[in-house]
């Protein structure tokens, strides 16, 4: 089975400071990682993903994740964080030789000026 | 380009009428899903289709049903509806299932059931 845990529900951080937003996966097999940004009343949006290769991965806005295969973690990241990110975001996987993708319970970025 | 589609945006039934959720992508993906939203525990896949003329349960098919009418259209059925599917609906599709190729999301349909 295939499982993602995003262990905080909000994360408050100030304009211009980093930000972090978690995620820690399970899977049986090599795991197919990404990250994905909601706005209020939209669909989701892509972000960034893993597949193989380097550990760090970039994405669109500025926004990178580390894959740790130790740690079983994708953190998404961002060295200087603006209101305008300010959204739900959502970590899921795919497993090798499954069809669809897991969701985590998503974790609300609030960045305040 | 209008990616994926979905209607309608907003509907209201009441409890034990049915009604049907439409999906249309034009990417010439192979691979089409439904998932619900609900408060605190993200999406939930309630059906896939890896491919036209193929259908598969996934986490949540219960009360569910859809049809892959081509390539291009993927719609999902609600045949008696309860408050306990009351969600946001979100359709998406990509172009392969197992390629870890990135979905593209439709902006999703309220669904009230009262």
């Known amino acids: 089975a295939q499982s993602v845990a995003q262990p905080e529900d909000q994360v408050n951080v100030a304009e211009g400071n980093p930000l972090t937003v978690k995620c820690t996966y399970s899977?049986?097999?090599?795991?197919?990682l990404f990250w994905y940004v909601q706005y209020p009343n939209r669909g989701l949006q892509f972000l960034l993903k893993y597949i193989t290769g380097d550990n760090l991965v970039k994405g669109s806005y500025g926004f990178e994740a580390e894959f740790n295969k130790s740690q079983t973690s994708f953190h998404l990241k961002k060295p200087s964080a603006l209101v305008s990110d300010s959204a739900l975001y959502f970590c899921a996987v795919r497993d090798t030789g499954r069809r669809a993708l897991t969701f985590g319970s998503g974790t609300r970025l609030q960045v305040q000026p | 380009n209008a990616g994926v589609t979905q209607t309608p945006k907003f509907q209201v039934l009441k409890t034990g009428q049915s009604m049907t959720l439409q999906c249309a992508q034009d990417m010439n993906h192979n691979s089409m899903y439904w998932y619900r939203q609900d408060p605190g525990m993200g999406l939930r896949l309630i059906y896939y289709?890896?491919?036209?003329?193929?259908?598969d349960k996934g986490e949540v098919p219960n009360g569910y049903n859809v049809s892959r009418l081509n390539k291009r259209e993927f719609s999902l059925r609600l045949e008696s509806a309860a408050p306990s599917q009351t969600s946001v609906y979100f359709c998406a599709s990509s172009e392969g299932a197992f390629g870890g190729t990135e979905a593209f999301f439709g902006q999703g349909t309220r669904l009230t059931v009262v």
């Open positions: 289709s890896a491919s036209e003329g193929t259908t």
């Open positions: 899977v049986s097999g090599n795991p197919y």
